[in-house]
């Protein structure tokens, strides 16, 4: 017992840690508050309530019809709070004012390891406290603030993992994990994966000269990008598995991206094919 409360004293008199518990206590205190000065909500809103209202009283087969490609993660936690009788709009506030209160912790996380300073790391943490869109964004029955929240923990643990030079980070799966509730929330969340990809390619390009070097970047992104996809699937599959009979069409890997990325091949195929034509 006493070497806990000597830990817990030391981590009370740790500056920094003590300058962010302030912050992320003012976080949730300005997002609160803000929560008493909104008096309307937005259509979007009405349709998100609507949809966890259904899927808590009737059936989930049909809960999406209203709108199909919707992610569920932000309606699962509304239907939920639906259930155990708070509301459903109650819910998708407490949901969006704690996901907003804790991205400020998100942002210092990726802030101190990028820039190695705490103060300029707690700098960041206070611009997302107090920044007015943010606060606002974070009172609102919106998937916004739940997406934004998961995102930056996706891409805080990626900057983590992704500079620690061991070809093994359990960093990675923190990564997919929070990339897989990303892309519960918006189909956006997948594009962390393809800034994991960017990220590896462009350091080994910077490392091609060095063949020792090139080889343990290439075995480090084989083996980080692996664990991110294992674990964003994980998270992400069960989900598509359980709405498979419903009405709902969302996918974690939006079908819309994938679209994108065979009519970019095919355009590709189709200018060399032309050029090589040209050149004959």
Not at 33 to 44: A, E, H, N, P
Not at 94 to 107: E, H, Q, W, Y
Request: hydrophobic share 55%.
């Amino acid at each position: 017992m006493a070497f806990s409360i000597e830990k817990i004293s030391s981590l009370v008199n740790n500056r920094p840690i003590a300058c962010l518990f302030l912050i992320l206590a003012l976080s949730l205190t300005l997002r609160v508050s803000r929560c008493f000065l909104t008096g309307r909500i937005d259509k979007d809103s009405v349709m998100y309530i609507a949809i966890a209202k259904g899927m808590a009283h009737d059936d989930l087969k049909y809960a999406f019809e209203i709108n199909p490609r919707i992610p569920p993660l932000y309606i699962f936690g509304m239907s939920a709070g639906e259930k155990i009788g708070i509301g459903a709009r109650v819910a998708g506030i407490i949901i969006s004012v704690i996901a907003g209160s804790l991205l400020p912790l998100a942002l210092f996380m990726a802030a101190l390891k990028i820039f190695k300073d705490y103060k300029l790391a707690l700098l960041s943490a206070l611009m997302a406290t107090v920044h007015p869109f943010l606060i606002r964004m974070s009172a609102d029955i919106m998937r916004d603030s739940l997406f934004m929240s998961a995102f930056a923990f996706s891409f805080a643990f990626a900057v983590i993992a992704g500079t620690d030079k061991r070809i093994l980070s359990w960093y990675w799966a923190l990564s997919g994990f929070f990339a897989g509730l990303a892309a519960m929330t918006r189909s956006e969340g997948v594009e962390v994966l393809f800034a994991i990809i960017i990220w590896f390619g462009v350091e080994g390009l910077l490392k091609i000269s060095k063949f020792r070097e090139f080889r343990n970047i290439l075995l480090r992104a084989a083996v980080s990008i692996s664990i991110f996809i294992v674990v964003f699937g994980i998270t992400t599959l069960p989900v598509e598995y359980a709405l498979r009979d419903s009405s709902s069409e969302w996918h974690a890997m939006d079908r819309r991206v994938v679209g994108y990325l065979e009519n970019f091949f095919r355009k590709q195929r189709d200018v060399l094919v032309r050029s090589g034509g040209d050149q004959e």
